[in-house]
């Protein structure tokens, strides 16, 4: 479910790769992203609307995997 | 001119890997400033915004030659040691920007600083910004919102609020005065540097033609201002904010920073804006009243700005 | 944060100055036994943390354990600046041959702490400071370089004291300075620090206070004094209200959503920063505005540190409306302020179109959060409307002004 101001989706390509979701775990400043127990990707809704609009999990997964929108707009 | 620090300022960025000195670093980046690197103990080999980060300071003095300032914002436990780090590693200039650090801790890094020829700003602060020159620290927030709030002219900035610095900026830019250099000192009860000593750069700097401060209740720093000024027979006509009216009522209460608690009459408002105007200082009671009272106050010493 | 009296002596007595035979009654009963097992004159003494005990009658003499009694019951329920005894301390009262004086706290303009000694104790300091300059020494130490003794010495010295009285008050005021240093105290005081008529000196009184930045650090003395986490020391204790705010800041180390202090009018605030808040409380007040209590916000707070409460403050009785007015903002931000606010006002179950009287965020990352306020119909200004008007915007909306 997105946030009430922001949704972030990831490519599943992106989500099961452990490597790419080690990244965005470590960059994400408010924990949006976390690792399952395999490894692969979760998202944290709760808090998806602390994100900072920062770019840097955008950054650091292949151009145009890791999508964050704006609900507002 | 500008006081302090100039677009040439080598800096670095101490805790920068955490959330605030993430943004931070892109603020200044984005108005110029020439990070050269950050620490964060056994994050090196890191990178923020293409600045590298190390495990201390030591190793980006090795790395890139000394810099001239940083900016500490690590977590309060740990802030006297980053800054004790800073100064003996030749650092000259040292923005604190973390807050909730017991004053006697302050008080050691204050002595070390003075003992090496270091200058501290805040704890508990924004930073300094000489607009189109230069910003160390948060003040302003991102490169646009700073260039929207703070432009360049004639009028130094004094602030013990972070907040109210860029507030009185806004609104001299908004009546057309730009600023020379503007400076959060920080509002806890002990600071690195106050008003007073602030002011001989002000003086010695030809670009500043007046100064606005924003003072609140508690300590003695307006007193030690006004003191200074009528020591010092000032060419800076100065105006100041007084916030926290209401907390004369309110005795032994806390509101605001850790540095405003009334514990005595002379840190009332009332009692400061009393030496205050003794001293020539004008005291406005809403921030809109600022650039009048500096424009009259210039123009009775023959000075149209 | 204060410490009463029997809290002060209590550490005072832990670190070995020395002190009158002294216990903390409940009861007349108490009081009576207690001044039995001192065996002669005894003092009364009301446990409140504010000045001016004397003076308002908290503190009696007894010569016999039924004056102590009746003392005890006549102490029990005098107020003082508003503020009832938490408990009474009874202590032996011994002839005294003379009063000292002796503080440490900051002086913030040197930015060193400082000694201040007199040999005209038991009196008002700032009199004599104004009047006996002579009587009074300043005498300031270092925080970094080893501490030693002299400093205790200087201090004492300073005001003609010498002899065997000077080597006996060399230790006491050397304690207290270890004291004030070790506990990140801001204020250590001990007025009067007697001289009995038998050459002995001790502790008649005293006055601690700890800085509040430092009480995460100091959790075991805490403990054993048994100062709970929620008694705040100010001027009066904190209502329910304004625990619970403590508690939002506290349960997220994300900035600053805090120092709720409850006030009983029908405007909402949420303000900040540290400054802005003093600034835009003024502004409320002056222009006729009933604020139902007082924050500050500051320091980039994450959005469900401003949700949570603003949750809490629509939840206060009597609130109609809040205002939410900062400074221009540098690094809090104005959109995750937004997110926050208009999240609380949903979860409270309030239209935030409705219930928010004004938003006055300028700065760091508007445009996105002026973009949110309008898709939820908050009314919002910039900065060209200042802080002093936008209050006052919320004032006329509350019908006050």
Partial sequence: MPGMFIDVEVDAKVAADAELTKKLVEVCTVSIFAAKDDGTLDIVEDNLDECVLCDLCIQAAPKGTVRVKKLYE | MSILITAQTTFIVQGITGREAVNLTRENLDYGAKIIGGVTPGRAGRDVYGVPVYDCVRDIVKAHGQPEGAIVSVPPRFTKDAVFEAIENGIKTIVIVTENIPRGQVAQMVELANLRGARIIGPNCLGIISPDEAKMGGVGGPAANTRQAYTKGPIGVMSRSGGMTTEIASTLTAAGLGQSTCVSIGGDAIIGTSYAE???????DDETKAIAIYSEPGGRMEAELAEWVKENNSRLPIVAFMAGRFMDEMKGMRFGHAGTIVEGKEDTTAEKIERMEAAGIAVAERIEEIPGLIRSALSSKGIEV | MRFYEYE??????????PL?????VNSAAEARAAAEAIGGPTVIKGQVLSGGRMKAGAVKFADTPDEAAAEFEAVLPVIVNGESARSILIEEKSPIAHEY???VTWDGRRKLPVVLFSDMGGIDIEEVAETHPEHLSRTHFSTILPLSERVAKEAIGAVGVTGSDLNKLVPIVYKLIQ???EYDLTLAEINPLAKLDDGRFIVLDGHLDMEAEARGDHKALLAELGIGDDETRQARPPTEFEIAGA??????????AGNVVEFDGNLGLIIGAGGGSLTLFDAVRKQGGKPANYCEIGGNPSMSKVKNLTKLILSKPGVDKIAVMMNVVSNTRVDIVARGVIKGCIEAGKDPAEVIAIFRIPGAWEDEGFKILAKHGVEYCDRSVSMYEAAGRACAKMGSN
């Fill in chain 2, 198 to 204: 602030l002011m001989p750069f002000f003086e010695a």
């Fill in chain 3, 8 to 17: 002060s002596k209590a550490l005072f007595a832990k670190h070995g100055l």
């Fill in chain 3, 101 to 103: 004086f002796v503080s």
């Fill in chain 3, 179 to 181: 004291l004030f240093l």
């Fill in chain 3, 247 to 256: 508690r939002v800041n506290a349960v997220d180390h994300r900035g600053v």
């Fill in chain 3, 20 to 24: 009158g035979t002294r216990q903390v």
